[in-house]
């Protein structure tokens, strides 16, 4: 069974604080994905990563497969990165994914 | 607009009754996916189809719930005789097989159908 655990659950900061989400998992993988999920429902995918790190704008995402970690990192953070954040994995046919509980960031301006 | 749409967006309905979503993909994704999602939980999967075969159901998805995607496009998923614990927000989702390696697809989701059952 894929176990996808997130750290913190909520996540409170102030505007321009560099923020760290972290995921980790049971089973070895192929990739992982970040998803972002704002009030009412949308989720928009954010990473797709199978290794080392990734960079599109303010956010990085980071993998370690041996570890089977992976962190999101928002830098310079601002009031519109509140949401929660996703780390979701292929399940064990690779078909479709696990999702981890998210991590709900607030941040203050 | 050309992402997933999802219809209704909001369903309220009455212990007992039947209801229905749909779920058009985005058009030249080949897979489609239905989640659940209850408050302050992550999604959990219900089942996927590949074109117009239902390929995986979860264990989630009782004998009260079916779906189907006739013609390889839009889906439905039907909810009969609801119960209170079938409130959620019912999320689909598409992708484009990319035969690289499993789990490597994006996938892009809608906006959510949320049901609640008094």
């Known amino acids: 069974k894929n176990e996808v655990e997130q750290s913190p659950q909520n996540l409170t900061a102030q505007e321009g604080e560099f923020i760290t989400i972290n995921c980790s998992y049971s089973v070895g993988i192929s990739a992982l994905h970040w998803l972002q999920q704002h009030p009412g429902g949308g989720i928009v995918s954010l990473f797709m990563?199978?290794?080392g790190k990734k960079k599109h704008g303010r956010l990085i995402a980071t993998i370690n497969i041996q570890e089977k970690h992976s962190s999101l990192h928002i830098t310079a953070s601002h009031p519109r990165d509140s949401a929660v954040y996703i780390c979701a994995i292929p399940n064990n046919y690779g078909q479709n994914f696990v999702f981890g509980p998210g991590t709900r960031l607030s941040v203050l301006p | 607009d050309t992402g997933v749409s999802q219809d209704p967006r909001h369903k309220i309905t009455k212990r007992g009754q039947n209801v229905t979503f749909r779920c058009d993909p985005i058009s030249e994704h080949n897979r489609l996916y239905w989640y659940r999602q209850t408050l302050g939980q992550g999604p959990e999967f219900l089942t996927y189809?590949?074109?117009?075969?239902?390929?995986?159901k979860s264990r989630l998805l009782s004998d009260r719930f079916s779906a189907e995607r006739p013609k390889g496009s839009f889906s439905t998923l039907e909810i009969q005789r609801t119960e209170q614990g079938d409130s959620a927000m019912y999320l689909c989702?598409?992708?484009?097989?990319?035969?690289?390696?499993?789990?490597?697809?994006?996938?892009?989701f809608g906006p959510g159908t949320r049901l609640t059952v008094l």
């Open positions: 990563l199978s290794s």
């Open positions: 989702a598409s992708s484009l097989d990319s035969r690289v390696r499993v789990g490597t697809d994006t996938q892009y």
């Open positions: 189809f590949q074109n117009e075969a239902q390929l995986e």
